[in-house]
């Protein structure tokens, strides 16, 4: 669901580890009704790990689960972060032993995972083609055909903002205004800002590095073609992209320095932080906890260059596990559109599944904190904005982790931007 700091050393040995890995293991005959929900259990109690980060929703699910299978027991383990969730999981699987029975997988490093597709079980069945948008599935679909992970949410992008502070530097303050006024290019959002900085003290977005997520979703190969090319430091979209954020946030002022998850950033919601900032669904749920006490946030349907998506992630059933049709059912469940929907209430995880997208609950959600904005509306209209699925091959994760420490340089003053280019650059080459 969120990118976080990549540990290179880290995975640098974890991937020798994985190659070193023999042919999967002999697995348990999972149903083939388990894709649909249906659950398959044994003759006896079971108990199901489960593992997922950040915030999901499931915590309800999981107790309205467990009330209609007595005799399946489910223990949650949540990592704090995905990148505490992806170091753990990329460990275990090395040494073979310690996954759960359903792990969660965040959609920038699975392609990590995806060339070790042979090390989960297949969950393609009948009853899931057509499920999800057919980008989604893509993504978690080897080339033998073996679907590895049922998709839980994707992360269609609105923008949130503070319509107190807007009103307070005299521009227009209801959602549909500010759609208007923000408009819906890099340089329209932009130009905002600059007519926001004028009358405001307040910085108009939280970082670079949030903002550059936004915009390089948008470029449909940015770090590494299919056939495994890495084109990160000579792709002209991705330098042009660089500078153009560099320029918005630093030259003419527009950024917060707020690098999303650190400690400052997490306080700014409580002081003026930022006037607005790119928001995929799930980011609704993250500020209405962060701001709380706070009024004036709410949600424009619009977003810089028509559509984006940030975020989203899958539940795996490794071959590990010793109940893989028990655990297929309790994924095929927790990933179904009625479930789907209530993690959206809970927590703003916008549903993958089709079926949940056309669905009036769906479109009939608001969120009071938000002014009452209809985010179901919102965010199913700006997923079906999204043109561009960029492909993300084996090296996005720690590729895309270089250029935000590039940019985190250049907020804390550490380094200038053609410095702290120059540096990505070589990172980029360490990585082989």
Excluded at 148 to 165: F, K, N, Q, S
Excluded at 289 to 295: D, L
Excluded at 333 to 359: H, M, R, Y
Excluded at 400 to 429: C, H, Y
Aim: proline content about 5%.
């Amino acid at each position: 669901m969120k990118p976080r700091q990549t540990r290179f050393q880290a995975l640098a040995a974890i991937t020798v580890g994985l190659l070193a890995l023999s042919a999967c293991g002999a697995s348990a005959d999972a149903d083939n009704d388990a894709g649909s929900g249906n659950t398959a259990t044994a003759s006896g109690p079971v108990t199901l790990k489960l593992a997922t980060f950040n915030q999901f929703g499931y915590e309800d699910l999981i107790t309205e689960y467990m009330a209609a299978h007595p005799n399946v027991k489910i223990e949650h383990k949540k990592a704090a972060t995905s990148n505490e969730a992806r170091d753990n999981l990329n460990t275990r699987l090395a040494a073979g032993s310690g996954l759960s029975d359903v792990e969660a997988v965040e959609v920038d490093w699975l392609p990590e995972l995806m060339q070790y597709s042979d090390k989960f079980v297949d969950l393609k069945s009948p009853d899931t083609d057509g499920r999800w948008l057919d980008w989604k599935t893509k993504a978690a679909t080897d080339s033998e055909g073996r679907l590895i992970g049922y998709g839980t949410d994707v992360g269609p992008e609105a923008i949130c903002y503070r319509a107190d502070l807007f009103e307070k530097a005299g521009l227009p303050s209801d959602r549909e205004a500010v759609a208007t006024l923000l408009g819906n290019t890099w340089e329209s959002y932009f130009a905002a800002g600059a007519q926001f900085k004028a009358k405001s003290d307040v910085p108009w977005f939280d970082s670079l590095g949030a903002t550059w997520q936004g915009m390089i979703n948008q470029v449909e190969t940015a770090y590494e073609t299919p056939e495994g090319e890495v084109i990160a430091t000579t792709n002209p979209d991705v330098k042009k992209t660089y500078d153009a954020v560099v320029k918005a946030g630093i030259n003419d002022g527009l950024s917060a320095k707020l690098q999303q998850w650190s400690d400052d950033w997490v306080a700014s919601f409580q002081d003026n932080g930022f006037a607005t900032m790119l928001c995929p669904g799930w980011m609704v749920g993250v500020i209405e906890g962060n701001a709380k006490g706070v009024k004036g946030w709410d949600v424009a349907n619009t977003f810089p260059g028509g559509g984006g998506n940030w975020g989203g992630s899958y539940l795996t059933v490794p071959n590990q596990s010793k109940h893989q049709a028990e655990a297929k059912a309790l994924a095929a469940w927790l990933t179904a559109p009625e479930q789907q929907i209530k993690a959206f209430k809970k927590v703003g995880a916008f549903p993958s599944q089709t079926a949940a997208l056309d669905n009036p609950e769906l479109a009939a959600v608001t969120v009071p904190f938000f002014n009452n904005a209809p985010t179901g509306k919102i965010f199913a209209e700006r997923a079906k904005a999204v043109t561009v699925s960029p492909f993300k091959g084996p090296k996005y994760f720690p590729i895309n982790d270089a250029m935000q420490q590039a940019l985190t340089r250049i907020e804390d003053g550490s380094a200038t931007p053609e410095a702290s280019w120059e540096k990505f650059v070589a990172d980029v080459q360490a990585l082989g």
